[in-house]
């Protein structure tokens, strides 16, 4: 009886190793991991689950957002498959590969209570530097009045560092300005502060419940910034350590020239000549 | 044959290893904890010292501290590391300090009012109400207290004039130092009250009663013999409060207003108003940025301060109670 | 405590009057019954409040829809993946924490020797329950992502160890639940009179056996309100989930076996939801934050009564008490 049940114990334990291990061993999808930019997080997000439900099990993603210098510190770690970046690459960035995807617009945003409806560069430079203090008619639209409340990103982030090249003359933003970490958080502080001021891309921007402010007479939105009249332009790019391979070369590929991916990019955003 | 083995009554020894091996991987496993954050952290002992923590002149602007550390490339150079921890520190300090103290205070009336002055249907409600609070998660009290009591500070309690005279130096968003405060108070609170009520309610009742047939009125009868019986209680109570203040991370993450500032005592009322961070708190509002070698080596850092100050809360906790070793009326 | 109360009471008549009393004293008591009455209304605030924000907000399809992702915010669904990973995260760790704690429980109070390693165990334990769960959570982090453990959780393409899966962060969770559990075994063990043992050992049992067929099943209760209370720091735990679990809502299995693939996968929990849909996190959606909110408290308060009726039961039927305390 005993020997009965030990042989069968072994049978099972067998059995069940192999159960776990075969298709283990058979599972050929790719998995790649993500992270990066909060702007470019919807748009890539978007893209991932539409790879997957048109290409079911060959590539499975994880995305996070912690930021477009953490995405860039965690490919060249090689914690990651892809960073998402939403600024142009620099010096820093060699031996990593930028394939560009979409444009985006960075907007200036009030709070709704506050419809300003236009500020010039120089306007911008000084409101975000500090020099600007208080709310004033100057600012065309401002009904707000007392200090300027003025809200920034963090430093990791892809956004800021292409507004302050792109609308601050490449000034940085003053030190009082609080920070937020995601797109998210500070289209919630524009919203919630009636005396703020913020800048976003034009996805979160456009959402509803801010006001967004033209720059220099050119509204900012996805047509004037794909007919190139709106000035903060900038643009999301997949980065890989080298070139992209495997899973991520393939998905890479099928953004660039996918029907289904250039509609997703054309829903929000700006798309980029296919290479 | 070995199942038949496994299958008699062990003999105490084998049990007693096991048993022993298993508490002993428990023991390792924390031990572990420690020596890993340790070693994370090594980095930014090694290039700074101790002085990292006491800055007394901490640059503008940690925050440009921070970015410097997290864009630094994989093979940081010694500079890279330096932070100044004093702002994280001093918040710490602050909230935990206020809270504890409001929260002692605010436990000791309770827990009188409970045991001694409230009516007996009212305390047969309280003392679950009581032990409810203590255990709602944290991060509702961090809900109520972003949807609620920021935007009411933010929107009502901030007056303009207050808010140019920090212009430059910092914004108030009503994420604050006073909401931070409140609701820590709050949450640590419950806990000592449910304590101190469990304490006060063994000591003999005719202790009191001695006092009181000796000429006492109630409330003298329990400060002059109760709370003095229940001191060890108190002070476990004040321990556990300060030990659950200094690791909330995530509460005070979302009402504290994330900026390395120092509330300036100068400020006068402003100063509640302004926004601050804390060890833990600083931890959360970082937790992407582990991959970058100095960030990361700094989140450790933080961590390691924080394993270290509970150290020390427990080691103080039990050297505060031994000389009062006397009173204890439980085994 | 009801002897005391009844005490006061019945000397009520004869109590001197507050007039009598020096300044100071009646100073003490107008600011207990101010401190009493706050904590009432505080309470009742806190109460009402999520619950009236709860009912506002909570729809019986949130409870059991899933997290959708799209970037209306109408259309991001309920919180089905959140709810039931807490419901997992919990399995998984009071399966580990259990016999963890009651093992240790049970040699220190029955065995304890080496004397050392008595001292190692215990102060070890009253670390743990110190630390806050912030730095439990990045150990965690640290250690998963060791490429030992890679099985845990999953291995990127770029070569890196994730690190966070749900064996990751149940793991950790069984640290939370360890301490409540040792404590509240110990004090069970402890409270069994020692006749028992002795009975056992003159009908001549070895030591194990007494443990296992005596003592053990007489602590049940303890052990419950162990576990209770371990269960209720795990579901409120927010910061272990925040860095061990990431910011997914939905459930996301990896590899393809059956069940070990979703508990390597990551997923949310009720408290990583309510976080992320607070002004704090992505979603803006503080409707569905209460709601989940809501849920939450209902679990708490569920979890509180079951204490109180193990602590009642017990009572009434050992005559022991037990210390249905906090800690």
């Known amino acids: 009886m005993n020997a009965i049940r030990r042989r069968l114990s072994v049978a099972l334990a067998v059995t069940g190793v192999l159960g776990v291990a075969a298709p283990a061993a058979a599972n050929a999808t790719a998995l790649v991991t993500i992270s990066g930019a909060t702007s470019s997080y919807p748009l890539v997000s978007l893209l991932a689950a539409k790879y997957v439900k048109l290409h079911p099990h060959k590539i499975r993603f994880k995305i996070t957002q912690g930021g477009t210098t953490v995405g860039l510190n965690d490919v060249k770690a090689g914690h990651v498959t892809i960073a998402d970046v939403a600024q142009e690459p620099t010096s820093a960035d060699a031996g990593l590969d930028f394939y560009p995807i979409a444009k985006y617009a960075i907007c200036v945003v009030t709070n709704?209570?506050?419809?300003?409806?236009?500020?010039?560069?120089?306007?911008?430079?000084?409101?975000?530097?500090?020099?600007?203090?208080?709310?004033?008619?100057?600012?065309?639209?401002?009904?707000?009045?007392?200090?300027?409340?003025?809200?920034?990103?963090?430093?990791?982030?892809?956004?800021?560092?292409?507004?302050?090249?792109?609308?601050?003359?490449?000034?940085?933003?003053?030190?009082?300005?609080?920070?937020?970490?995601?797109?998210?958080?500070?289209?919630?502080?524009?919203?919630?502060?009636?005396?703020?001021?913020?800048?976003?891309?034009?996805?979160?921007?456009?959402?509803?419940?801010?006001?967004?402010?033209?720059?220099?007479?050119?509204?900012?939105n996805q047509t004037t910034a794909a007919s190139g009249q709106y000035p903060g332009v900038s643009v999301f790019f997949e980065v890989t350590k080298g070139p992209a391979t495997g899973g991520a070369a393939a998905f890479i590929n099928w953004i660039d020239k996918s029907a289904p991916a250039k509609k997703i990019i054309e829903s929000q955003w700006v798309p980029v000549p296919a290479s | 044959m070995a199942l038949e083995r496994l299958k008699k009554p062990w003999p105490d020894h084998r049990a007693e290893r096991l048993l022993g091996a298993v508490s002993l991987s428990v023991g390792v496993v924390i031990i572990a904890m420690i020596v890993f954050v340790t070693i994370r952290a090594w980095p930014i002992f090694q290039h700074n010292g101790l002085s990292w923590l006491f800055d007394a002149h901490p640059p503008a602007s940690l925050e440009g501290e921070v970015s410097r550390m997290s864009a630094a490339s994989s093979s940081p150079t010694a500079g890279d590391y330096t932070l100044s921890a004093w702002p994280?520190?001093?918040?710490?300090?602050?909230?935990?300090?206020?809270?504890?103290?409001?929260?002692?205070?605010?436990?000791?009336?309770?827990s009188i009012f409970i045991v001694e002055l409230a009516p007996a249907r009212v305390t047969r409600v309280v003392i679950p109400v009581v032990r409810l609070l203590a255990s709602v998660?944290?991060?509702?009290?961090?809900?109520?207290?972003?949807?609620?009591?920021?935007?009411?500070?933010?929107?009502?309690?901030?007056?303009?004039?207050?808010?140019?005279?920090?212009?430059?130096?910092?914004?108030?968003?009503?994420?604050?130092?006073?909401?931070?405060?409140?609701?820590?108070?709050?949450?640590?609170?419950?806990?000592?009250?449910?304590?101190?009520?469990?304490?006060?309610?063994?000591v003999p009742s005719s202790w009191r009663e001695g006092a009181i047939a000796l000429g006492l009125n109630p409330l003298r009868a329990v400060r002059a013999v109760t709370l003095k019986a229940v001191r060890p209680a108190i002070v476990a109570a004040a321990v556990l409060a300060t030990a659950r203040a200094l690791g909330e991370a995530v509460m005070i993450s979302m009402v504290s207003g994330g900026k390395f500032f120092s509330p300036r005592l100068g400020d006068g009322v402003v100063f509640f108003y302004e926004p601050l961070r804390t060890l833990a708190s600083?931890?959360?509002?970082?937790?992407?940025?582990?991959?970058?070698?100095?960030?990361?080596?700094?989140?450790?850092?933080?961590?390691?301060?924080?394993?270290?100050?509970?150290?020390?809360?427990?080691?103080?906790?039990?050297?505060?109670?031994?000389?009062?070793?006397?009173?204890?009326?439980r085994g | 405590m009801s002897t005391t109360v009844a005490t006061a009471s019945s000397g009520r008549g004869r109590r001197s009057s507050p007039m009598s009393w020096r300044w100071g004293d009646r100073l003490v008591l107008v600011l207990a019954w101010l401190a009493g009455i706050l904590l009432c209304v505080l309470a009742a605030a806190i109460v009402l409040y999520m619950g009236y924000r709860g009912i506002q907000y909570l729809r019986p399809d949130s409870i059991f829809s899933r997290p959708q992702l799209s970037t209306d915010?109408?259309?991001?669904?309920?919180?089905?993946?959140?709810?039931?990973?807490?419901?997992?995260?919990?399995?998984?760790?009071?399966?580990?924490?259990?016999p963890l704690g009651v093992a240790c429980a049970v040699w220190m109070t029955e065995y304890g020797r080496p004397g050392w390693l008595a001292r190692i165990v215990e102060s070890s334990i009253e670390i743990v329950a110190g630390t806050p769960d912030i730095v439990i959570a990045i150990f965690g982090l640290a250690v998963f992502q060791v490429s030992l453990l890679a099985p845990f959780s999953f291995t990127s393409e770029g070569g890196g160890v994730y690190g966070r899966s749900f064996i990751a962060a149940g793991a950790m969770m069984s640290l939370l639940a360890l301490p409540p559990l040792y404590a509240a075994s110990r004090d069970g063990l402890l409270a069994v009179p020692g006749h028992m043992r002795e009975a056992?050992?003159?009908?001549?049992?070895?030591?194990?056996?007494?443990?296992?067929?005596?003592?053990?099943?007489?602590?049940?209760?303890?052990?419950?309100?162990?576990?209770?209370?371990?269960?209720?720091?795990?579901?409120?735990?927010?910061?272990?989930?925040l860095i061990l679990l990431g910011g997914f809502l939905r459930f996301e299995p990896q590899g393809s076996a059956p069940a070990i693939d979703l508990l390597r996968g990551t997923g949310s929990s009720l408290t990583s939801y309510i976080y992320y849909n607070s002004p704090a996190g992505e979603g803006a959606a503080p409707q569905k934050a209460y709601a989940a909110a809501f849920v939450l408290l209902i679990?708490?308060?569920?979890?509180?009564?079951?204490?109180?009726?193990?602590?009642?039961?017990?009572?009434?039927?050992?005559g022991l008490t037990t210390t249905a305390g906090v800690v």
């Open chain 1, 112 to 220: 709704k209570s506050n419809p300003v409806s236009n500020l010039t560069a120089a306007q911008i430079t000084s409101i975000f530097t500090g020099k600007t203090k208080e709310w004033s008619s100057a600012l065309s639209g401002a009904t707000a009045t007392g200090p300027i409340n003025v809200f920034t990103r963090t430093s990791v982030a892809g956004v800021l560092t292409s507004f302050k090249s792109l609308l601050l003359e490449g000034k940085s933003v003053v030190s009082s300005a609080t920070e937020e970490a995601t797109e998210g958080l500070m289209r919630q502080a524009v919203e919630s502060a009636p005396t703020g001021i913020g800048f976003l891309s034009n996805y979160q921007a456009n959402k509803g419940g801010l006001n967004v402010a033209s720059v220099g007479g050119v509204a900012c």
């Open chain 2, 88 to 110: 994280v520190i001093y918040g710490t300090l602050l909230t935990t300090g206020m809270a504890v103290v409001l929260g002692l205070v605010l436990a000791l009336l309770s």
């Open chain 2, 137 to 202: 998660p944290s991060v509702i009290y961090g809900l109520i207290g972003i949807l609620v009591l920021v935007p009411y500070v933010g929107n009502h309690l901030v007056t303009e004039q207050q808010r140019k005279s920090i212009q430059g130096t910092a914004q108030l968003t009503g994420e604050s130092l006073l909401v931070t405060v409140v609701i820590l108070t709050v949450m640590i609170t419950p806990i000592m009250i449910a304590l101190i009520c469990e304490a006060l309610s063994s």
């Open chain 2, 282 to 329: 600083t931890i959360v509002d970082y937790r992407e940025g582990l991959s970058s070698p100095p960030l990361g080596a700094t989140i450790y850092a933080v961590a390691f301060l924080l394993l270290f100050a509970a150290f020390v809360l427990s080691v103080s906790g039990y050297l505060v109670k031994l000389p009062l070793r006397k009173y204890q009326t």
């Open chain 3, 73 to 98: 915010q109408s259309g991001t669904g309920g919180f089905l993946d959140p709810l039931l990973g807490t419901l997992l995260l919990t399995a998984i760790g009071v399966a580990l924490a259990l």
């Open chain 3, 200 to 241: 056992a050992f003159a009908l001549g049992k070895t030591r194990i056996t007494t443990i296992r067929r005596v003592l053990v099943p007489n602590v049940r209760s303890n052990i419950a309100t162990g576990v209770t209370l371990g269960i209720s720091r795990i579901i409120g735990s927010t910061a272990i989930v």
């Open chain 3, 299 to 318: 679990f708490v308060l569920a979890l509180n009564l079951i204490v109180e009726r193990i602590g009642r039961a017990h009572a009434s039927s050992t």
